[in-house]
Structures are given as structure tokens and as C-alpha cells.
């Protein structure tokens, strides 16, 4: 059979992907430079990172956040990782996760920090949830818990940015939802960088918040990079996943209409064109109790959470 | 024949039609999905041969 596949464009040997958004077909050996090349155009359009950054990469053991800390330690930054242990067992989902994180940095050189929630603060994500009621809800407190642990480890460790893997697929889903709720105060605070705060924000940037997931993907696979492919059992289901779905049809009718619905919106809030206020008071004081940085009066979220009769917020601080 | 993976699940296919006609008969997304043929990565407009071995692997994470 004669073989009519996609070949190319740079060397002309079969491809491995092909992205219709660029109309670019690339293969295993061209395609790891090009990414790399598309995350560092990111890095500098948006100002993200300088090159004596002490940088953290959070990351899960998945496809995302070993793929931006892979290209990361590939263009030189000073990068760790900080692996949080949520404890989370269902097929071994934690544990197996953080065998990969730690493999993948051993193959490298590289230090990943390890934060183990039940170690640290007593009760695992999942036993947390099941105490607060929150059950159906495991995503968004496991969100910040994980949000409140990120920055205070990098505070801690004086680290200058922290990292994220979200890539334009998590970006556009989350924009998808705040707009279609009209959430003027979420819609205010996503963007692909968002700066540090006197009161103890460190910095945050996600380098691959331009590249699709697919594409990320892909990299991780032709790079070899072992990551846990398998999803968070607590993720099932999850809305998240519902807009991806969504956005995903209009990608199959329009090749390019996530990008486009993302850096639109990016671009309308850098021209000033667009503007949501966040709404109600959004002044940062330090925690009562850790010192972390919160909206809420007293306590923050996070310390509120383990006080087994406190009522709690979800997302008034800790943006 | 060419023995096709998801998720854990192994389908049997007919050789001769492309990867993205697989993908499209498994009813999944070929947004959402990466072919494997033998452990390498291609496009899915590769047509698939006897003997293949397809894995398809999800890319969509959430939550």
C-alpha cells in the first residue's frame, strides 16, 4: 500500500501531528522545537519570566505541568518543582502521580519538592471534603487548597514566580464558563500572568496558556516524558470538562476558534477595550492565623476549612 | 485486522481506513484524542494496516 500520509512541512518525513489551526503538519524530531519555540514567544510577549527567576513549577505528574517544566529546564530558567501530595487513593491516583514527578526530575537533575496535605495539616483532600460536606464538590476545594499551598510554599521559599501547566484548553473553558455566568469578577482576574501582590501574592504565569492541549500532549509523547494519563477520579464529570467538550466541536467546524475565543479576550483586556470591575472589596490583609494573603475578614479560606465548625468560602481569596 | 485501545478497552477494526475514520467510528472526539501506531506518534490520516496496533490516547484533563 502506498503510503499517502501527512508528511512535514520542515523535513518532509511523516507526521506526528497535525495541527489544523496552523495548517502545519510537523514530525516527531521537528516537532519538540517548534513547541519549545511557541512557549519562549509566550514567555517574552507576556513578560512572563526573567532569566534570574527563582522559579517554582507546580506540578501534578501530568501531561501539562511536566511538559512546561520540561521546556523550562530545556531554555535554561533555574526551575524546581513542588509536587502537593493530596492524597487522593482511588487506584493509586496520588501516589502514582508523584512516582512520575519525582522520576521525572531525577532524570534531570532537577529538585521536586514534595508537600503532603495529610502530613502536613492532618487530613488528606478527599477526608477533608467527606468532613466539610463537600463530597460533590471535591474540585473546588482541592483547587484551593491547592492555590494556598503553591504560594505559600514559594513565599516560603523565596521563590519569584510560580508556574502553572494550564494550557489554552483550561483557559478558554474556564472564560467560556464566566462568561456564559457573567462572572465580571473571575472574568477580571484571568489572564496569562497575574502579577504579585505586596501582601504576599507571589507572581504567577503559565507559559503555555497559547498551546492547545492536544499539543501539549503530543509533546509530552514524542518527548517521552512519562506522565499519569489516567484522570483524577474527583474530575469525572466535571464542568470543566463539559465546556471542553463544547469548545472542542466548534475547534472540529472552525479550526481555531479556542484560540481565537482566548486571545481575543486576553487582547481586549491588554488594549483596555474590555473591563470588568471585580466587584465588592477585594483589599488583601494578611490571615489571622497562616498569614497568607486573603479578601476575607479574619481567617482566609484555607484556615477556615480545617476549623470543623467555621462555614466556608470557596474562592474570595487566594486568586 | 487492527486492534485498536482506549481507556483501557480493546476494539478490533477493519484495515484499510484512516485513523480519524476509527476514531470518528468509536464515536470520540479527534480533538480529544492522539494516535499511537506501535508505540510512535502520527497524524490521524494514517491508514490503518493488518497488524496495527493503535493506541488512543485521551488528552483532555479537567476538574
Redesign the interface.
Same mark, same amino acid.
Given at each position: 500500500?502506498g503510503d499517502?500520509?501527512?508528511r512535514c512541512r520542515k523535513c518532509g518525513r511523516?507526521?506526528?501531528?497535525?495541527m489544523r489551526r496552523h495548517k502545519l503538519?510537523l514530525c516527531?524530531e521537528c516537532y519538540p522545537d517548534w513547541f519549545r519555540g511557541q512557549v519562549e514567544r509566550t514567555i517574552r510577549q507576556f513578560g512572563m519570566l526573567a532569566p534570574d527567576d527563582k522559579v517554582l513549577v507546580a506540578v501534578s505528574g501530568?501531561?501539562?505541568s511536566l511538559s512546561v517544566w520540561d521546556v523550562l529546564l530545556r531554555l535554561g530558567y533555574h526551575a524546581e518543582g513542588m509536587y502537593i501530595d493530596l492524597g487522593i487513593p482511588d487506584g493509586g491516583y496520588s501516589t502514582e502521580s508523584k512516582v512520575r514527578a519525582l522520576r521525572f526530575a531525577e532524570a534531570r537533575g532537577a529538585t521536586c519538592h514534595v508537600v503532603s496535605v495529610r502530613d502536613r495539616y492532618g487530613l488528606s483532600v478527599p477526608e477533608l471534603a467527606l468532613r466539610r460536606g463537600r463530597i460533590r464538590k471535591v474540585?473546588s476545594l482541592?483547587g484551593l487548597v491547592k492555590r494556598h499551598i503553591m504560594n505559600r510554599f514559594a513565599r516560603e521559599g523565596g521563590f519569584s514566580v510560580l508556574v502553572t501547566g494550564h494550557n489554552l484548553?483550561?483557559e478558554a473553558?474556564v472564560l467560556m464558563q464566566n462568561t456564559l455566568t457573567w462572572q465580571p469578577g473571575y472574568l477580571a482576574r484571568q489572564f496569562p500572568v497575574l502579577p504579585a501582590d505586596d501582601e504576599g501574592l507571589v507572581r504567577k504565569v503559565k507559559p503555555l496558556c497559547l498551546m492547545y492541549?492536544?499539543e501539549?500532549? $503530543?509533546y509530552a !509523547?514524542?518527548c517521552g516524558i512519562d506522565y499519569i *494519563?489516567d &484522570?483524577?477520579p474527583?474530575?469525572i464529570g $466535571?464542568r470543566? !470538562?463539559f465546556y471542553?467538550?463544547i469548545l472542542? *466541536?466548534l &475547534?472540529?467546524r472552525s479550526p481555531g476558534a479556542k484560540a481565537y475565543f482566548f486571545a481575543q479576550f486576553v487582547r481586549a483586556k491588554q488594549s483596555g477595550s474590555i473591563q470588568f470591575a471585580e466587584g465588592g472589596e477585594r483589599a488583601l490583609h494578611a490571615c489571622e492565623q497562616c498569614g497568607q494573603p486573603t479578601t476575607a475578614p479574619g481567617l482566609c479560606a484555607f484556615c477556615r476549612l480545617w476549623q470543623s465548625d467555621a462555614p466556608t468560602g470557596q474562592d474570595e481569596d487566594e486568586a | 485486522m487492527v486492534v485498536v485501545r482506549y481507556r483501557g478497552k480493546q476494539y478490533e477494526l477493519k484495515a484499510g481506513m484512516t485513523a480519524r475514520d476509527a476514531i470518528l467510528k468509536l464515536g470520540l472526539?479527534?480533538?480529544?484524542v492522539?494516535v499511537?501506531r506501535n508505540g510512535?506518534?502520527?497524524?490521524?490520516?494514517?491508514?490503518l494496516?493488518d497488524g496495527d496496533e493503535i493506541t488512543l490516547?485521551?488528552?483532555?484533563?479537567?476538574?
Open positions: 500500500m499517502s500520509r501527512m511523516p507526521a506526528a501531528i497535525n503538519a516527531d501530568g501531561k501539562d474540585c482541592c484548553d483550561d473553558a492541549e492536544r501539549v500532549a $503530543a !509523547l514524542v *494519563q &484522570e483524577c474527583h474530575a $466535571a470543566t !470538562l471542553k467538550e472542542n *466541536q &475547534e472540529q | 472526539d479527534p480533538e480529544a492522539l499511537l510512535k506518534l502520527v497524524d490521524d490520516s494514517v491508514i494496516e490516547v485521551a488528552v483532555v484533563s479537567g476538574g
